[in-house]
Antibody, heavy 116, light 106 residues
Framework: QVQLQESGPGLVKPSETLSLTCTVSGGSISSYYWSWIRQPPGKGLEWIGYIYYSGSTNYNPSLKSRVTISVDTSKNQFSLKLSSVTAADTAVYYC??????????WGQGTLVTVSS | EIVMTQSPATLSVSPGERATLSCRASQSVSSNLAWYQQKPGQAPRLLIYGASTRATGIPARFSGSGSGTEFTLTISSLQSEDFAVYYCQQYNNWPTFGQGTKVEIK
C-alpha cells in the first residue's frame, strides 16, 4: 500500500518561498504521476501541478509562474516550491499519487500558514 | 478553466434516507467526472470516476450518473459514516473541483 507523507515548514513569511517535500513509501515512484493539491481553510480543492518520475511536469496555469515541482527518485521523494507567497496561499497542502487524473493516494496534508 | 458548481451547499438528511447531490460544469467534460468524499481532518477519498464507475471498495449505495455538463451523486440509504463533504472533480481539461456539498444529519 502506497503511503505519502508531507514535510516542511508550517509557517512562511509573505513574499518568501514555500517549500514542501513528499516521501513515498510502499511503492515505486515510477508507478504514478505525483501531484500537489491544496485546500484553503474551509474551502475547496485546487490542483497545483504534477510530475512524472522522468521529470516531466505540468502546472496549474493560474500558478505556473510561481510553481516548481521536482522529483528525487533516489530518495523516493518529490517536492513543491511556491514563490512570492501571500496570505491567499495559506492552505492545507496535500501530496498525492495520481493515475489518469484520479487521485488514488493522498498524504495526510500539512497546513502552511503565510504570515509575518 | 472549467468551473464546477455543486448544489446544494448543505444537504440535511436523516439516516436511511436518500441523498442526491448535483454538480454542473461550465462546459462539457464528457464523462470525465469524479466524486470524492472528505471527512473532517482527513484527506478526500475517491468514490466515483468516469461519472458512474465506483472506485475499489466503495459500497453499492453510492452511484453516479450524468454526462456533458450535468452530474449527480446519489447515496441510496445514508449511513452514519456517510455524513461528510462531497466534491466533484472534472478531468477533461486541467482538473478542477467543485466547492463541495456538505451532507449533514437532519
Amino acid at each position: 500500500q502506497v503511503q505519502l507523507q508531507e514535510s516542511g515548514p508550517g509557517l512562511v513569511k509573505p513574499s518568501e518561498t514555500l517549500s514542501l517535500t513528499c516521501t513515498v513509501s510502499g511503492g515505486s515512484i515510477s508507478s504514478y504521476y505525483w501531484s500537489w493539491i491544496r485546500q484553503p481553510p474551509g474551502k475547496g480543492l485546487e490542483w497545483i501541478g504534477y510530475i512524472y518520475y522522468s521529470g516531466s511536469t505540468n502546472y496549474n496555469p493560474s500558478l505556473k509562474s510561481r510553481v516548481t515541482i521536482s522529483v528525487d527518485t533516489s530518495k523516493n521523494q518529490f517536492s513543491l516550491k511556491l514563490s512570492s507567497v501571500t496570505a491567499a496561499d495559506t492552505a492545507v497542502y496535500y501530496c498525492a499519487g495520481v493515475e489518469q487524473w484520479l487521485v488514488d493516494y493522498w498524504g495526510q496534508g500539512t497546513l502552511v500558514t503565510v504570515s509575518s | 478553466e472549467i468551473v464546477m458548481t455543486q448544489s446544494p451547499a448543505t444537504l440535511s438528511v436523516s439516516p436511511g434516507e436518500r441523498a442526491t447531490l448535483s454538480c454542473r460544469a461550465s462546459q462539457s467534460v464528457s464523462s470525465n467526472l469524479a466524486w470524492y468524499q472528505q471527512k473532517p481532518g482527513q484527506a478526500p477519498r475517491l468514490l466515483i470516476y468516469g461519472a458512474s464507475t465506483r472506485a475499489t471498495g466503495i459500497p453499492a449505495r453510492f452511484s453516479g450518473s450524468g454526462s456533458g455538463t450535468e452530474f449527480t451523486l446519489t447515496i441510496s440509504s445514508l449511513q452514519s459514516e456517510d455524513f461528510a463533504v462531497y466534491y466533484c472533480q472534472q478531468y477533461n481539461n486541467w482538473p478542477t473541483f467543485g466547492q463541495g456539498t456538505k451532507v449533514e444529519i437532519k
